[in-house]
Every structure is written in structure tokens, then in C-alpha cells.
């Protein structure tokens, strides 16, 4: 089956600054890849998904790449702020549907 | 926000006790899902309905048993667990399975 390994499992970043978060999987069938945010005592929200027909997606100050090759995409946020801090979740879903999530990046933007 | 609702929001039960977790989506999804999420882990996939039939059940132990009576509502019905199985437990729902989830804001449980 899939696996997803997502790095760093934090990342402190001063306000202003980029964070980048990477996540590579196994399954080179894999086809779609969503970026979840979750809020501390909040739900998860997608933020930014792409899929596998295309090499990098952006939606104002977050992108999103991705590397068939490798096997691994990114999560990319410029200009970070205090609200950007979260959970950030990476999942892969392969040929049959199946979700595979990441363990999660904690992210703290520092002002 | 309200797409995906689950109640109760918070639950605390003894290990001899039982209770149901309610799911409920109201845009009009074909799949649902059930997720634990525990500190420092990964969420965990533990049951997933399409069309209200079950399509993965992800090596769960018997104590919880879930439900899906038709497309809009699914139930995780919990007896004699352990202190263990103390988490978040996560509701979602798709248009299809592997297509974009959305998910409820988690029932959290706490077993004594």
C-alpha cells in the first residue's frame, strides 16, 4: 500500500518568512495530492491540492509542486503571518482511492 | 463549516460503557469516513462507506462497529474500550472515494 512520509515534523519561522514542507510516497500510481491545515482544536481544511497530470499549483501566498519522478511534492508558504500557524497534513491517494496521510508538520509562525 | 457536523462533540464513557458517534454531511456525498487522530500520530483511516456500503475496514478492533444507514449519515458505535482508544475521532465525506474529503470537527473521547 501507499506511504507517505512527511519533514519536517516542526518548523519555526520568523513572520515574513518562507516555510516549505515536503512529503514523499511509495506508490508511483498515486494520482492526487491534498495539503490539509488543521487549526489547534479545529477540524482539518484543504488549503491546496494538485494532481498528478500537473507540476505545481499556486493560491496566493501558498504553492504546491510536485515531482512524479521523485516521488514527492511540496507545500510551499511565502510571506508567512501568525494565522499560517498550524498543523500541516500531506496526503496521497492512490489508484483505488485510498487516503494516505502524513504524520504532520507543526508550524509556528513567530512574529 | 456546517457541511459536516458530528455529535456529540466531546464524550467521556467508562471502559463497560457504550455510546454511538453521529456523523451527518449535507453535501450530498457518496463516501464517508471514520478517522482516529491521537497525539503525535497520523490520522489513522479506520472505516470508509461508499454508496453506504463498507469498502475498508482498516484492521479495527470489534469494540467499535460502525454504521451507514444511507449516504448522509454514518454512526461509530463504541463498547468496552480501552483508555487507549482516548482521541479524536473524525468524520469525513466525498464525493467519491479518493476524491477531496471534507471533514467534521471530530468527536473527542476520553475512556476512564
Known amino acids: 500500500g501507499e506511504n507517505v512520509e512527511q519533514h519536517p515534523s516542526t518548523l519555526s519561522v520568523q513572520e515574513g518568512d518562507s516555510a516549505v514542507i515536503k512529503c514523499t510516497y511509495s506508490?508511483?500510481?498515486?494520482?492526487?495530492f491534498p495539503w490539509y491545515k488543521q487549526e489547534l482544536g479545529k477540524r482539518p481544511q484543504l488549503i491546496i491540492d494538485?494532481?498528478?497530470?500537473?507540476g505545481e499549483k499556486k493560491d496566493q501566498r501558498i504553492a504546491v509542486t510536485l515531482n512524479k519522478t521523485a516521488k514527492h511534492f511540496s507545500l510551499h508558504i511565502t510571506e508567512t503571518q501568525p494565522e499560517d500557524s498550524a498543523v500541516y497534513f500531506c496526503?496521497?491517494?492512490?489508484?483505488?482511492?485510498?487516503?494516505?496521510f502524513g504524520a504532520g508538520t507543526q508550524v509556528v509562525v513567530t512574529p | 463549516e456546517t457541511g459536516v457536523t458530528q455529535t456529540p462533540r466531546h464524550l467521556v464513557m467508562g471502559m463497560t460503557n457504550k455510546k454511538s458517534l453521529k456523523c451527518e454531511q449535507h453535501?450530498?456525498?457518496?463516501?464517508m469516513y471514520w478517522y482516529k487522530q491521537s497525539a503525535k500520530k497520523p490520522l489513522e483511516l479506520m472505516f470508509v462507506?461508499?454508496?453506504?456500503?463498507?469498502?475498508e475496514n482498516n484492521s479495527v478492533p470489534s469494540r467499535f462497529s460502525p454504521e451507514c444507514p444511507n449516504s448522509s449519515h454514518l454512526f461509530l458505535h463504541l463498547h468496552t474500550l480501552q483508555p487507549e482508544d482516548s482521541a479524536l475521532y473524525l468524520c469525513?465525506?466525498?464525493?467519491?472515494?479518493?476524491?477531496?474529503?471534507?471533514f467534521g470537527p471530530g468527536t473527542r473521547l476520553l475512556v476512564l
Open positions: 453535501l450530498g456525498h457518496n463516501a
Open positions: 496526503a496521497a491517494t492512490d489508484s483505488w482511492g485510498k487516503f494516505q
Open positions: 462507506y461508499n454508496f453506504k456500503e463498507q469498502t
Open positions: 506508490d508511483s500510481a498515486s494520482n492526487y
Open positions: 494538485i494532481r498528478s497530470n500537473v
Open positions: 469525513a465525506s466525498s464525493q467519491g472515494q479518493g476524491e477531496t474529503q471534507y
